[in-house]
Every structure is written in structure tokens, then in C-alpha cells.
């Protein structure tokens, strides 16, 4: 099977986008759904918090995992096993009786098996459609994503109030399922004709500073994004109608997305990952911060509609940039970008949570933000040195 051509990224890849598009809403939905039974199975709000922390833990932790996994075994049946677990989880959630020791186990499992198959796939954009088409791929991706967020959120509570949390547990099981019988039909390649299998360790040990730069940027960007994910709930909690406020929040968000597809793949440029990535991160930092401080309706939508444009073509730039290593690298590096991501998210779930305890929605947002805004300036300005760095050498090389 041959990557699709330059122009486009083929059927095949849209019917891969689809099923990837359909387990994360699932996904959305089972957070809803699973923060429920936890719940009901702990019995309180700190049961809660553990599990969710487990979740996490295993995430990151699977992300470094997998980053070996991708350089060693097909990829294309990592995502298959993948999706195939983390069906059979929730397939046991709602056949099982309640019980913790049950439920820790499956979202360690559910944990693992989403950074692997995230791994997988951002490391087989490449050879799925081309080194030329990938932003494109990605831009697909990330619409995929922002689509399953809105469905996902968007359903929890008509398809759980329609069936209770089984319901909810049996569609992501079988989304999972649509998910692995995509990826099995359509048959994309996933690898190099003649790969060169390295350890993880051996390939990070040979990466450039500023992508290891990135990678850090990325983390903090997860853990600042944790702040008004944990805000948010607080912010709609004092409006007349939180359900309403929050689907103006995430449509808005998502209106975003759509344009920053449409917007990096026409202006993407070889060499402009770093710089589009923390010029991405610094306005969706600046964005989200100025949205918490209740502006005007017309004026709070742009501004969530700005963000998620933001996040579009930071999270487009990103995967772009590191796709572009060669396929013996990408493997390590997206593992540890996985892990970065997860463990950012945890830590800042955490931070902003007992900082809102104390601290109003607005404040600990613009913190958090902030600290990703200064990070996305110290690459740009790294990025800047290098590349007049690199100008000097080749001045002080020219032979005239």
C-alpha cells in the first residue's frame, strides 16, 4: 500500500480520522459517564480523585511505554490491540458487579491503551499519507477531536439519563470497535518499506534542544489547559443555565478548531513548526485568560472561538514538526510527548483545583495561563537565536 498522494489525504485516511473521531467521543462520553460510577463505587468525591489520578498516571506512564512499543511492533496492529482492550474494558464495566478493585483495573487499562493508540497513530500520520500531506492529516485529526469533545460532552447526559452509565459504557465499547474494524478494512500502511528500529532512549539522546523544548512547552501547555477545564465547571455553576454556557463554550471552541485546519494547511511552510507551535500557544494562553473575565457575550465568544483557533494550529504545528524526524525517532518522541501531555494535565488538574479553593476562576486561569505564555516566549526566543545562530555560521562559512 502506497501513501496517498500530495494533493490529498485519500478516503482511506478520512474513513481512520472517522473511526478515531467516533472512539474519542466515546471517550468524552465515558469521562461523564465513569466520573459517576466512581463514584457511586468509592462513595465520595476523593475516590473520585484517585481514580481519576490512576487514569492519568497510567496514561503517562503508557506514553513513555509506548513510545518503544510503536519502534519495535507493527503499529497498525498496536492501534487494532489497542482499541480491542479498551472495548473489552468497557465491555466488563457493564457486565461485572461494582467493585473498585474492578474499576481500578479498567481505567489503567483505558489509561494505557489511549496513549498507545494516540502514540501509534501520530506516529503513522507520515506513512499513512505522505510527509506532504501530513498537515493536512493532522488538521483532520484535530477536527476529528474537537467533533468527538462537543458530541461527546454534548451526549453525556441524554445517553445516560436515557440508559444510566452501562449505556453510556456499551457506545464506547462499541465505538472502540467501529474504531479497530476502520483500521483493520482500510489497511494504511503505518510503516517505512525498510524501518530502522532503534530504542527509544538511543533516539532522544540524539534530538535536537529546541524539540526537547517544544516537548516542555507542551507539557505546560497541558497543565495551564487543566485550569479552565477545572474553572470552567466552577464559572458555569454560577450562570442561570451551566448547560447552555457550556455548550456556547465548547461550539465556540470547536468554530475554532475548523478555521485552524483550514488556515495552517494553506500557509504551512517548512521550518515554521516551532514558531507557528509558540505563537499558537501564547495567543490561546492570552485568550482563554481574557474569556474568564466576563466580557459581553459577542466579545466572550470570539474570544473562545480565538482560543480554540489557538489551540487548532498549536496542536496541528506540533505533531507536524515532530512528524517531520525521521521514522526511527518519531517513535520515542511522541511517547514522551504523551507523557509530558498526561502529566501536565495531572499535576495542573490538582494545582488548579485547590488553588480555586482559595483563588477566584479569573486569577487562577490567568496564573496558569501565564506561565504558558512566558514559556511559548522563551521558545520563540530560542528559536529566533538559533536561527540567527545558524545564519552566522553559514556567513562565517561562505567562501567569498
Known amino acids: 500500500m502506497t501513501a496517498t498522494s500530495a494533493s490529498d489525504v485519500g478516503f482511506r485516511f478520512r474513513c481512520v480520522a472517522g473511526g478515531y473521531a467516533l472512539s474519542a467521543a466515546g471517550n468524552y462520553l465515558n469521562l461523564v459517564a465513569l466520573s459517576l460510577y466512581t463514584y457511586e463505587v468509592t462513595g465520595g468525591g476523593l475516590g473520585v480523585g484517585l481514580v481519576m489520578a490512576l487514569r492519568l498516571a497510567a496514561g503517562s506512564l503508557g506514553g513513555l511505554v509506548a513510545g518503544r512499543l510503536v519502534g519495535r511492533f507493527d503499529r497498525r496492529r498496536l492501534m487494532i490491540g489497542a482499541d480491542l482492550v479498551q472495548a473489552a474494558a468497557m465491555t466488563v464495566l457493564v457486565l461485572s458487579a461494582r467493585h473498585v478493585v474492578v474499576l481500578a483495573g479498567v481505567v489503567v487499562l483505558l489509561g494505557a491503551g489511549n496513549s498507545l493508540f494516540t502514540v501509534a497513530l501520530r506516529t503513522s500520520v507520515p506513512e499513512m499519507v505522505g510527509q506532504s500531506a501530513r498537515v493536512k492529516a493532522n488538521g483532520l485529526l484535530v477536527i476529528a477531536k474537537s467533533f468527538a469533545t462537543v458530541t461527546g460532552f454534548g451526549g453525556a447526559g441524554v445517553v445516560i439519563g436515557f440508559g444510566g452509565v452501562e449505556a453510556a459504557f456499551a457506545m ?226 561562505d567562501p567569498d
Request: charged content about 15%; proline content about 4%; glycine content about 8%.
Open 172 to 397: 464506547n465499547a462499541a465505538t472502540f470497535l467501529v474504531s479497530a474494524l476502520a483500521i483493520t478494512i482500510v489497511r494504511l500502511r503505518t510503516e517505512d518499506s525498510a524501518p530502522q528500529r532503534t530504542s527509544a532512549r538511543v533516539t532522544l539522546g540524539a534530538l535536537p534542544f529546541l524539540l526537547l523544548a517544544m516537548v516542555v512547552v507542551r507539557g505546560i501547555d497541558a497543565l495551564a489547559s487543566s485550569s479552565h477545564n477545572v474553572a470552567l465547571s466552577v464559572l458555569a455553576g454560577t450562570t442561570q443555565d451551566g448547560a447552555a454556557f457550556l455548550s456556547r463554550f465548547w461550539v465556540a471552541w470547536a468554530v475554532g478548531i475548523l478555521l485552524a485546519h483550514h488556515v495552517v494547511k494553506r500557509y504551512w511552510k517548512p521550518a515554521s513548526g516551532e514558531r507557528m507551535f509558540a505563537l499558537g500557544t501564547g495567543v490561546m494562553s492570552i485568550s482563554f485568560a481574557l474569556a474568564f473575565t466576563s466580557p459581553p457575550t459577542p466579545v466572550w465568544l470570539c474570544l473562545v472561538a480565538m482560543a480554540g483557533f489557538a489551540d487548532g494550529v498549536t496542536e496541528i504545528a506540533y505533531t507536524s514538526r515532530l512528524q517531520e524526524e525521521p521514522e526511527r525517532r518519531r517513535g520515542g518522541l511522541f511517547g514522551l510527548s504523551s507523557a509530558a501531555e498526561t502529566a501536565g494535565f495531572a499535576v495542573g488538574m490538582v494545582a488548579a483545583g485547590a488553588s480555586l479553593e482559595i483563588l477566584p476562576a479569573v486569577v487562577v486561569v490567568a496564573m496558569f495561563h501565564g506561565v504558558a505564555l512566558t514559556a511559548a516566549a522563551v521558545l520563540l526566543l530560542l528559536k529566533h537565536w538559533g536561527t540567527r545562530h545558524d545564519m552566522a555560521i553559514g556567513t562565517r562559512s
